[in-house]
């Protein structure tokens, strides 16, 4: 029974919530006072009929809330929390303002619009990160952001727990929260972590998702990923656990559905060259895809599926190989699926081994095709004492084959899953993590199976566990309060859980039947029929069937069919099959039936992850483990993983099942409310205290019901306790906690009635008095038009009466005295005036003449004052300016005198190089000689032998021919013969002899002309050597009389060197930057020009008349060596003085800008670098300006480098860098710049150099600073803009509060940290009296602030946005108040100019719109062409929002909305949602030639530069 929350019973005009056929719940105002001994109670419906309903005095109908409360972001908030209750609520949000989002309580309810939202784009994401809960509103990013929050926090993991009906959105919103967390935790490493997170999706939303006739992209298993975070709280990895994936899907769809995507994928991809091999067609092709009858999901490219499935595997590392090898598997399913199988006879079948498709099978898993024939038609049987292959029929024969490709693609999308962790791991140590669980919701269908029990077994454990969560926050909460806790009645759904899993419960009975040989469906259910009938509350048999059973599940009575619970629990394949697939060639088909368990995963520290298909692997292959124990592990796992995590609850609900956009039916919705333990929430809040408020809050709420009396109190907390204990006499019905008020169900509705009825009664006060007013108004305005008619009708009877020829002539008469009379008076006043006057006159002109005397007198004396102290003020500037030049020169004469010695060096090294080269010739020519000589031996030595073996021949031949003679005359011809061959031997071994001969002879002369070259060429270089060294001896000469001339000069400069000393010490880190030019300088410079010579190795005889020059060239050289040592000692001192002369141009970036700014001119640091710049073009010095230029460019990067944060130097340097930019171009001696110049300013222009190159970096380097000093600015002002532009009510009367849910706002009502619109106005003055001081360009000042108010413009949008408590008429006053305060603001700093107020036009036309009547036609179309800044798609979400405050406000109807959106439609702008608060304008640096006379600029002794001097 819902009773009136005063106490009593329902009163007249109370509206109440009564049951309907069609729409659930309807609305029903109350027509009559209800008493207690009534039977009905008369109601009179929204249509205006009357309806006496019958009610029960135990059981009133529910009551409604305020429309004052409805349209809330937490359900929670309701006062009347029920059922209809929260439908209507959901109602009003999905189909009046379009928003899928709302909390209840801890739950976020998300309601599928089917259609495309601009709310998940990187804006969104970046406008939640960082924000409370309670803040904005409702959105699956803020579920994530607070999981992101706590986890960071407290260090603890969190869990998202993603439930709902197939079609209501879970694998999205899992998807969405995914990416949230790779937004915000993105890594600043290479390999891309987060990215592969989120490919790892489209993967198994491919393998794992088909089309239902409930939803085109249905996740037909569970998902559970856990993402890890290392101690900086960025992702490092990934690990996914899989759940009870609708394996029977492979070979089995139903009308209207599809198989897996990837099948699908496949097919549209199979005419590409790379999958010719699979001789795949068309799905229609294919028994597996073709049985829903249609293979196309409108709107869905499958062969673009394929190449972004193709995109992500390679994202993860999948190379081509291993993508080619699942495609491989997937094609052989789909040729298994058309193996034909005939029947022969009724007990037999068989398969063809010439089977087209079996022989693809076979070919693409390396089987044979006649033992894969033969085992799919016949099944071993093993005994105990034989084997016995028994055939089987042809269903037997296709219900194997399908259980092959199940068991297949079931191990293919476990690998797959296995392979994406692989991707996914991580080499650091997990700190902790965030998991997101997308599992199925709550199922029952008109046939219920296996699977349905599986998953509503799962949605039974993690009801248990969200009850209990529930519970426990509510206890905290209570605790915290220090309110009596008194324990709440919830449901415990421990016993339907014992049904199902406890020792000789329905699984387990299920498993046992599942062992026995003979074990049947019907013999199993006879065993739940015998345990449970009559003996379980929860058990059921139906009436009309013995094949069913019923469970009592917490969401509803679920009939379960048991045909195939136990096929499916046992998910067997026969043997044969196994072993050969086991002995398949491909090895990953081969691996899928290893006998190895499949190890457990690396993943996680706290708890074991560990792939979810197996847990247990019995040896004995009779004991397989069941799916169902397989399942009940694994959940285990899971529930243990989330128990250890802080869960956050995403519910998914279907809106229709027609899949329209923002259509409600509100029976299906209330289906899945009772499922999905939303009503429970609601019931265990309801029973408790429900509407809490601060304290704050309910001052601000209810002060209206306040007495002055209580309002004079001091304590606001002790005045809410005496306004609640006189409003609600009884005090159960609230109670007071620490920090807020806790109230029963219904009192904020009472509370919310009492205001209203108060403010009623004010209305109707102020309205008598208005128009007792305007009454009183109207009588007196018709009483004196009354008098006037009644006065000239009088008069004008009267003058009838009284006009007569005496009266008129007297009356002439008179009117002529009269005129005489009046001239003669004016006359003499007119004469009187006109003395008075001339005398005024002459003592005004007379004072004025004096006064002008003594202005004159005085303008003399201080043009003769002005004079002497000009003359003193250039003498001073001379003197400086000349110690300025004579530093310079110092610095630049030491420069050459350094460069001069560096090069006297190189020559030194060239000469000692060219003495070790000549020494290196003379040992090699010695070497040739003794190498010739040798030569020379041994030739002589070889023909001394030639001359030798010739005698003993010859002495020989003539031995032989004397014994020829002897021993036989007949041989005298062949004597003769050998004679003559003798002397033609004889004399060609002379002539040989005689060649050689020559040869050597022409060897030796060869040689004695080669030595008298060498002679000659040695005699040269010894000359050279000679004039060198001269030339040597006389440059050492100038250098030893230069450095005397150098020493006097620094004796001269020693009384400057001491007062620049100190500055030599601050400036030190600057003068190692100009120190370091010089080098560059020297080794640019031109290389040494000596007499080069192709050394010739001369004679020994001339290198030893060598040696003794060699000796006295090295006694030179050393002597030259160690003047050069000296010089350099002489050169490092004056270094040390001209580094104190150039520390000038780099002492200006450690200027401090207060420092610098009080009384001084804007940009007087940039002056001075210029008057520098302009020093060394005077001199023509084209290092020197090198060198100042890039020290001056170095020296603002570093500056700005080391202050990237600082406001204020930023500033400081964007104004001295302008100023220096403007110097350079001023000064250009370029026309269009000296338009402004004076002719003495012209004289001073660069002569020499033409610097545009330098502008140009210059330029860049200013663009930069500006960008970071708006940065700055930006990241200073952006936390102060919500609370100061949005949140604060400076307005008195018009607070916007509301009763809020579980998810309390974070508010700034009373809460002196709070940012208001005057934080906001003071931190925009110490932005532009900074740029002011520090002397920035007006124009830029004007830039920098149409920025920031764009920002400030942009967020308070953004924020509006995504704030539905915002949106209401009054908050629209507090935006036009705040937006006038910024135009005060610009007018106060002459800003008017700066079109800073046009970036505020969005908002204003927001504030504007939520202000304005929104009715009728005209109210549409005025709306339509007021608000031109704003788009279609932002219009429309502030009328979708706009959020009434009380009840004298009404809300926007949808065809109103309508309306807007049909005159909108015309509009081409921008579908974004948000505006981009980053976007930065263009920047334009003005040219704003300087007015100072570069000879009349004084540099401050603040500067420390006093080295300095004016030339």
């Known amino acids: 029974m819902i009773a009136r929350p005063g106490g009593g019973f329902p009163e007249k005009y109370n509206r109440v919530w009564i049951p309907d056929p069609d729409d659930v719940w309807k609305s029903a105002e109350i027509a009559k006072d209800y008493r207690v001994d009534d039977k009905v109670l008369r109601l009179l419906l929204e249509d205006g009929t009357e309806l006496d309903y019958s009610v029960d005095p135990e059981s009133l109908p529910p009551l409604r809330n305020p429309d004052i409360l409805v349209g809330e972001n937490d359900l929670t908030a309701l006062s009347y929390l029920h059922e209809p209750a929260v439908l209507h609520n959901l109602r009003i949000r999905f189909a009046e303002s379009k928003l899928i989002y709302t909390y209840s309580g801890i739950i976020l309810v998300a309601m599928n619009p089917y259609k495309q939202l601009p709310i998940y784009g990187d804006a969104i994401i970046h406008a939640y990160s960082g924000q409370n809960m309670g803040d904005m509103d409702p959105h699956i990013f803020a579920v994530a952001e607070e999981a992101y929050k706590q986890m960071a926090r407290n260090n603890k993991n969190q869990s998202i727990i993603v439930s709902g009906e197939s079609g209501a959105g879970k694998t999205v919103s899992a998807r969405y929260a995914m990416r949230y967390f790779a937004t915000v935790s993105k890594s600043n490493s290479n390999a891309h972590v987060e990215d592969k997170v989120l490919a790892s999706n489209p993967i198994t939303e491919a393998v794992g998702n088909a089309k239902t006739t409930r939803n085109d992209n249905s996740s037909r298993f569970g998902k559970y990923t856990e993402i890890s975070f290392d101690e900086r709280n960025q992702i490092i990895g990934a690990n996914m656990r899989t759940y009870l994936l609708e394996k029977s899907r492979v070979v089995f769809q139903s009308e209207n559905e599809r198989n897996y995507h990837i099948f699908y994928q496949l097919c549209a991809s199979a005419q590409q060259s790379e999958f010719k091999h699979l001789k795949l067609g068309s799905a229609e092709e294919f028994n597996y895809t073709r049985m829903g009858g249609n293979t196309v999901i409108e709107g869905v490219s499958d062969s673009a599926g394929m190449e972004e499935t193709r995109k992500t595997f390679t994202l993860l590392g999948f190379q081509e190989d291993f993508q080619m090898d699942v495609f491989k598997i997937l094609a052989a399913i789909l040729h298994l699926g058309n193996v034909q199988i005939t029947?022969?006879?009724?007990?037999?079948?068989?398969?063809?081994?010439?089977?087209?498709?079996?022989?693809?099978?076979?070919?693409?898993?390396?089987?044979?095709?006649?033992?894969?024939?033969?085992?799919?038609?016949?099944?071993?049987?093993?005994?105990?004492?034989?084997?016995?292959?028994?055939?089987?029929?042809?269903?037997?024969?296709?219900?194997?084959?399908?259980?092959?490709?199940?068991?297949?693609?079931?191990?293919?999308?476990?690998?797959?899953?296995?392979?994406?962790?692989?991707?996914?791991?991580?080499?650091?140590?997990?700190?902790?993590?965030?998991?997101?669980?997308?599992?199925?919701?709550?199922?029952?269908?008109?046939?219920?199976?296996?699977?349905?029990?599986?998953?509503?077994?799962?949605?039974?454990?993690?009801?248990?566990?969200?009850?209990?969560?529930?519970?426990?926050?509510?206890?905290?909460?209570?605790?915290?309060?220090?309110?009596?806790?008194?324990?709440?009645?919830?449901?415990?759904?421990?016993?339907?859980?014992?049904?199902?899993?406890?020792?000789?419960?329905?699984?387990?009975?299920?498993?046992?039947?599942?062992?026995?040989?003979?074990?049947?469906?019907?013999?199993?259910?006879?065993?739940?029929?015998?345990?449970?009938?009559?003996?379980?509350?929860l058990f059921e048999k139906p009436r009309m069937s013995n094949a069913s059973f019923i469970i009592q599940h917490f969401a509803d009575k679920v009939e379960y069919k048991c045909e195939g619970f136990l096929e499916k629990n046992r998910d067997t394949v026969y043997d044969m099959l196994v072993e050969i697939l086991r002995a398949s060639k491909f090895h990953l088909c081969a691996k899928f039936f290893q006998e190895s368990p499949v190890p457990p995963s690396p993943f996680g520290s706290a708890i074991t992850m560990k792939a979810a298909k197996q847990v247990i692997k019995p040896n004995n292959k009779q004991f397989r483990t069941t799916v169902g124990s397989k399942f009940r592990s694994s959940l285990s796992l899971l529930m243990e993983t989330l128990n250890a995590t802080t869960p956050h609850y995403v519910r998914c609900i279907k809106p229709n099942d027609e899949k329209l956009p923002f259509e409600f039916d509100s029976k299906r919705i209330v289906q899945q409310l009772r499922a999905c333990g939303v009503l429970e929430t609601i019931r265990i809040s309801a029973q408790s205290y429900p509407s809490r408020w601060t304290y704050i809050e309910f001052y601000s709420r209810y002060g209206i019901l306040m007495t002055k009396q209580e309002l004079s109190f001091g304590d606001k907390k002790e005045v809410c306790k005496v306004v609640l204990h006189r409003l609600i006499q009884d005090s159960n019905q609230y109670q007071f906690g620490k920090t807020k008020i806790f109230f029963r169900a219904g009192q904020v509705a009472y509370l919310e009635k009492l205001r209203l009825d108060k403010l009623r009664q004010g209305c109707v006060v102020i309205q008598k008095h208005i128009r007792g007013w305007l009454q009183r108004k109207k009588f007196l305005r018709e009483r004196q038009a009354a008098l006037t008619i009644q006065q000239y009708f009088r008069g004008q009877h009267t003058v009838r009466k009284a006009v007569t020829a005496a009266a008129l002539k007297e009356a002439w008469a008179a009117i002529i005295i009269q005129k005489h009379c009046r001239g003669y008076l004016v006359r003499s006043l007119y004469q009187l005036i006109r003395v008075a006057t001339i005398t005024i006159q002459a003592y005004t002109r007379g004072c004025l003449a004096r006064r002008r005397y003594r202005k004159m007198l005085e303008e003399h004396k201080a043009v003769i004052l002005q004079k002497y102290a000009r003359a003193w003020l250039a003498r001073r500037r001379f003197q400086s300016i000349r110690r300025f030049v004579l530093n310079i020169q110092l610095t630049y004469r030491v420069q050459r005198l350094q460069k001069k010695l560096e090069d006297q060096n190189r020559e030194n090294h060239g000469l000692v190089e060219k003495l070790t080269s000549l020494a290196a010739a003379r040992a090699g020519d010695v070497e040739k000689v003794q190498k010739l000589e040798s030569e020379l031996d041994r030739a002589a030595a070889h023909r001394r032998n030639y001359e030798e073996r010739g005698q003993r021949y010859k002495a020989t031949v003539e031995e032989k021919l004397a014994k020829l003679q002897k021993h036989n005359s007949e041989l005298e011809v062949q004597k003769e013969q050998i004679q003559r061959k003798l002397q033609e031997q004889t004399e060609e071994l002379k002539g040989k002899m005689d060649d050689l001969t020559k040869q050597l002879f022409e060897d030796v002369q060869k040689e004695e002309r080669q030595r008298i070259l060498l002679e000659k060429s040695f005699e040269l270089k010894t000359q050279d050597y000679e004039k060198q060294m001269c030339s040597l001896k006389e440059e050492i000469k100038a250098l030893k009389d230069e450095k005397m001339?150098?020493?006097?000069?620094?004796?001269?400069?020693?009384?400057?060197?001491?007062?620049?000393?100190?500055?030599?010490?601050?400036?030190?880190?600057?003068?190692?930057?100009?120190?370091?030019?010089?080098?560059?300088?020297?080794?640019?410079?031109?290389?040494?020009?000596?007499?080069?010579?192709?050394?010739?190795?001369?004679?020994?005889?001339?290198?030893?008349?060598?040696?003794?020059?060699?000796?006295?060239?090295?006694?030179?050289?050393?002597?030259?060596?160690?003047?050069?040592?000296?010089?350099?000692?002489?050169?490092?001192?004056?270094?040390?003085?001209?580094?104190?002369?150039?520390?000038?141009?780099?002492?200006?970036?450690?200027?401090?800008?207060?420092g610098v700014v009080v009384n001084m001119i804007p940009g007087l640091p940039a002056h001075i670098l210029f008057m520098c710049v302009r020093y060394a073009d005077s001199l023509n010095d084209a290092s020197m300006l090198k060198s100042l230029m890039n020290s001056i460019i170095n020296g603002i990067k570093q500056v700005v480098k080391e202050h990237l944060e600082d406001f204020e130097m930023l500033s400081f340097w964007l104004s001295n860098t302008c100023h220096f930019l403007n110097c350079l171009k001023q000064y250009s001696g370029e026309e269009e710049f000296m338009k402004h110049n004076s002719p003495h300013q012209n004289k001073n222009c660069l002569n020499n150099f033409d610097l545009s190159e330098y502008r140009q970096i210059l330029s860049d380097v200013a663009i930069r600073i500006y960008h970071q000093f708006i940065i700055v600015m930006e990241n200073n002002i952006q936390p102060i803009i919500v609370p100061g532009m949005l949140e604060y009510e400076s307005l008195q009367g018009i607070s916007g509060l509301k009763p809020t849910g579980f998810r309390k706002r974070s508010s700034s009502i009373d809460d002196t940290d709070a940012y208001t619109m005057t934080s906001v106005l003071q931190q925009l003055s110490y932005f532009y009296s900074t740029m002011c001081q520090n002397g920035l360009d007006p124009e830029l000042v004007r830039q920098a602030v149409k920025q920031l108010f764009f920002l400030i413009g942009a967020v308070t949008l953004n924020s509006l946005f995504l704030r539905k408590d915002m949106c209401s008429c009054r908050k629209g006053m507090q935006i036009r108040c705040n937006i006038s305060y910024l135009e005060e603001w610009l007018k106060d700093k002459n800003l008017q100019n700066s079109l800073a107020k046009e970036t505020l036009e969005p908002l204003s036309q927001a504030a504007w719109l939520l202000q304005v009547k929104k009715i009728t036609d005209s109210d549409a179309k005025e709306i339509f062409e007021r608000c031109t800044s704003l788009s279609a798609v932002q219009i429309i979400k502030i009328l979708n929002l706009y959020t009434p405050i009380d009840d004298f406000e009404k809300r926007v109807t949808p065809s109103f909305v309508r309306k807007v959106q049909a005159l909108l439609n015309s509009r081409e702008d921008s579908s974004q949602l948000m505006l981009d608060a980053s976007y930065l304008f263009q920047v334009v640096f003005p040219f704003t030639p300087s007015p100072h006379a570069l000879e009349m600029i004084e540099i401050p002794s603040s500067f420390k530069l006093g080295f300095l001097n004016r030339l």
Request: proline share 5%.
């Open 343 to 537: 029947a022969v006879g009724n007990e037999k079948s068989a398969v063809s081994a010439d089977d087209s498709h079996l022989q693809v099978f076979c070919e693409l898993l390396g089987l044979e095709c006649g033992s894969v024939a033969q085992w799919l038609c016949n099944r071993k049987i093993i005994t105990t004492s034989e084997t016995v292959v028994k055939p089987m029929t042809r269903p037997q024969a296709a219900n194997a084959r399908d259980a092959l490709a199940k068991k297949v693609y079931a191990h293919l999308f476990d690998f797959i899953v296995e392979r994406i962790n692989q991707a996914l791991q991580f080499s650091g140590k997990q700190h902790t993590f965030i998991g997101v669980l997308d599992i199925y919701g709550f199922e029952t269908f008109d046939v219920n199976s296996f699977e349905q029990f599986c998953i509503n077994y799962a949605n039974e454990k993690l009801q248990q566990q969200f009850n209990l969560h529930v519970f426990k926050l509510e206890q905290e909460e209570y605790m915290k309060e220090d309110i009596p806790w008194t324990l709440i009645d919830f449901y415990d759904n421990q016993s339907v859980i014992d049904l199902i899993e406890a020792k000789m419960g329905i699984l387990e009975l299920l498993d046992e039947e599942c062992l026995l040989p003979h074990g049947t469906d019907e013999n199993w259910l006879q065993k739940l029929y015998n345990n449970f009938v009559n003996k379980n509350s």
């Open 1045 to 1154: 001339q150098l020493q006097r000069q620094l004796e001269e400069e020693q009384a400057t060197s001491r007062g620049l000393q100190g500055e030599v010490a601050r400036l030190s880190q600057q003068a190692k930057v100009e120190a370091s030019t010089s080098p560059a300088l020297s080794e640019s410079g031109l290389p040494l020009r000596g007499p080069r010579h192709t050394p010739w190795p001369p004679p020994k005889s001339w290198v030893r008349l060598a040696l003794p020059q060699k000796m006295q060239l090295q006694r030179q050289l050393e002597e030259e060596q160690a003047t050069s040592r000296g010089l350099q000692g002489e050169v490092a001192r004056l270094s040390q003085q001209a580094k104190r002369s150039s520390s000038l141009t780099l002492s200006a970036p450690d200027l401090k800008p207060r």
